[in-house]
């Protein structure tokens, strides 16, 4: 591939992921005003969300196996149009019902996004510049994620709810046009390739389940930042909600700024080498997370969470690029499915299981007070902690056959 058109694929790539991520966060900041539009509680509007979430985490390995069967690039630009479409509708829909259906086809394009996003990595760029590509699309997933509040807002303000969905209309067009004028074609022959797929004998592969239980594990401590964050910013520590949205925005700026240094850091030195890196950046993160808040306060939550970030952007560039690389070709839709479905389900546990320890330790959260609050944060990252040491383990014992045997010579 040449370079226009490797620049050209890769732009089409990224912005496939950043409107499939931007599509998760952009709704919340919509929810008021949404069941003001349509007279429903909030119980109701969160439908608005989780339709979203839950179309993606119930099809995305399914959708990654299609990909290999009926081709990558074909089902990106079919998931692309959904996506389009879907935003269209749900822009236009009459009833708080309409929108939540409309939105679970908008997490079905996502979840075709998402895949084939990073199935395509492999047959856009050289192996050797896989690692800078994957720091890219992490990149452009947290840009989606930390542009969705701020930008939703101005939407609703200025244009109404309406404009949150509109908006993803045009971009998710113009990256239709990219896919289909840049991505390589596949040829009809490939669906007579892949009807010996195994998943049991995929997922017993060593490596493989090593990668994505650390996906899970990583993700489920990185959402319990998002879950105990804010109660701590703003009970803990008494920030106004200005100041709070600053402090949130820390975390994904930073995981957004470290995305392609790290993916050169992996290319350089070697997937496994920098998993191990960024895992050990998360250790220290979540230790400090568990000791220095209760000291220094506001600078004492804020450092740590930076580490921990880093260590993260670095983790998923370097994993990410570990299991698709040692992927056979006709099984990179799936297990890109898998690596997504691992992130989805750790972000589930991290929102469900620590927050559950975090309210637990806290208290009543509307009455607790913010030594109690404090005391739940530090409970919670110390379990992180576990979980971040867990990673670490399964990193250590997956680690490459060459590197299990010191060089004597």
């Given at each position: 591939?040449?370079?226009?058109?490797?620049?050209?694929?890769?732009?089409?790539l990224?912005?496939?992921?950043?409107?499939?991520?931007?599509?998760?966060?952009i709704?919340?900041?919509?929810?008021?005003?949404?069941?003001?539009a349509?007279?429903?509680?909030?119980?109701?509007?969160?439908?608005?969300?989780?339709?979203?979430?839950?179309?993606?985490?119930?099809?995305?390995?399914?959708?990654g196996?299609?990909g290999?069967?009926v081709?990558?690039?074909?089902?990106?630009?079919?998931?692309?149009?959904?996506?389009?479409?879907?935003?269209?509708?749900?822009?236009?829909?009459p009833?708080?019902?309409?929108?939540?259906?409309?939105?679970?086809?908008?997490?079905?394009?996502?979840?075709?996004?998402m895949?084939?996003?990073?199935?395509?990595?492999?047959?856009?760029?050289?192996?050797?510049?896989?690692?800078r590509?994957?720091g890219?699309?992490?990149?452009?997933?947290?840009?989606?994620?930390?542009?969705?509040?701020s930008?939703?807002?101005?939407?609703i303000v200025?244009?109404?709810w309406q404009?949150?969905?509109?908006?993803?209309?045009p971009?998710?067009?113009?990256?239709?046009?990219?896919?289909?004028?840049?991505?390589?074609r596949?040829?009809?022959?490939?669906?007579?390739?892949?009807?010996g797929?195994?998943?049991?004998?995929?997922?017993?592969?060593?490596?493989?389940?090593?990668?994505?239980?650390?996906?899970?594990?990583?993700?489920?401590v990185?959402?319990?930042?998002?879950?105990?964050?804010?109660?701590?910013?703003?009970?803990?520590?008494?920030?106004?909600p200005?100041?709070?949205?600053?402090?949130?925005?820390?975390?994904?700026?930073?995981?957004?700024?470290?995305?392609?240094?790290?993916?050169?850091?992996?290319?350089?030195?070697?997937?496994?080498?920098?998993?191990?890196?960024?895992?050990?950046?998360?250790?220290?993160?979540?230790?400090?997370l568990?000791?220095?808040?209760?000291?220094?306060?506001?600078?004492?939550?804020i450092?740590?969470?930076?580490l921990l970030?880093?260590?993260?952007?670095?983790?998923?560039a370097?994993?990410?690029?570990?299991v698709?690389?040692?992927?056979?070709t006709?099984r990179?839709?799936?297990?890109?499915?898998?690596?997504?479905?691992?992130?989805?389900?750790?972000?589930?546990?991290?929102?469900?299981?620590?927050?559950?320890?975090?309210?637990?330790?806290?208290?009543?959260l509307?009455?607790?007070?913010?030594?109690?609050?404090?005391?739940?944060?530090?409970?919670?990252?110390?379990?992180?902690?576990?979980?971040?040491?867990?990673?670490?383990?399964?990193?250590?014992?997956?680690?490459?056959?060459?590197?299990?045997?010191?060089?004597?010579?």
């Amino acid at each position: 591939m040449n370079a226009p058109a490797s620049r050209g694929a890769l732009a089409g790539l990224s912005l496939s992921m950043l409107l499939a991520s931007l599509g998760t966060s952009i709704a919340n900041v919509g929810l008021p005003s949404l069941a003001q539009a349509f007279d429903a509680s909030f119980q109701a509007v969160q439908w608005i969300v989780l339709a979203y979430l839950l179309a993606i985490t119930a099809v995305i390995v399914s959708v990654g196996r299609l990909g290999d069967i009926v081709g990558r690039s074909r089902l990106l630009q079919a998931g692309l149009l959904l996506f389009t479409l879907a935003s269209a509708l749900c822009a236009i829909a009459p009833s708080l019902g309409l929108l939540v259906a409309a939105r679970a086809l908008q997490g079905l394009g996502a979840a075709i996004m998402m895949a084939m996003t990073m199935a395509l990595v492999g047959e856009t760029v050289s192996k050797d510049r896989a690692g800078r590509t994957m720091g890219l699309l992490g990149t452009m997933s947290a840009i989606g994620t930390a542009l969705g509040p701020s930008v939703g807002g101005v939407l609703i303000v200025g244009f109404g709810w309406q404009a949150l969905f509109f908006v993803t209309v045009p971009l998710g067009a113009l990256a239709f046009v990219l896919a289909r004028r840049y991505l390589p074609r596949e040829g009809n022959q490939q669906t007579s390739t892949h009807t010996g797929f195994n998943w049991l004998s995929t997922l017993r592969n060593p490596p493989l389940r090593a990668g994505l239980t650390m996906t899970a594990l990583v993700s489920a401590v990185m959402m319990a930042t998002l879950v105990v964050g804010p109660f701590y910013l703003a009970r803990g520590v008494g920030l106004a909600p200005t100041w709070m949205g600053l402090a949130m925005a820390v975390g994904p700026c930073v995981s957004a700024l470290a995305g392609v240094p790290a993916g050169r850091l992996t290319d350089r030195f070697g997937g496994h080498t920098m998993t191990v890196i960024g895992l050990m950046a998360m250790v220290t993160g979540c230790l400090l997370l568990s000791l220095m808040p209760s000291y220094w306060g506001v600078v004492g939550y804020i450092g740590p969470l930076i580490l921990l970030t880093l260590g993260y952007a670095q983790f998923q560039a370097a994993n990410n690029t570990s299991v698709m690389n040692d992927v056979a070709t006709d099984r990179r839709g799936a297990i890109a499915g898998l690596l997504n479905l691992s992130r989805n389900l750790g972000l589930i546990t991290g929102a469900s299981a620590l927050g559950a320890v975090f309210a637990f330790v806290s208290g009543d959260l509307a009455v607790a007070s913010p030594e109690a609050i404090s005391n739940g944060m530090r409970t919670t990252f110390v379990v992180a902690l576990g979980l971040i040491t867990l990673a670490l383990l399964c990193a250590w014992r997956s680690r490459p056959a060459a590197a299990q045997l010191p060089d004597i010579s």
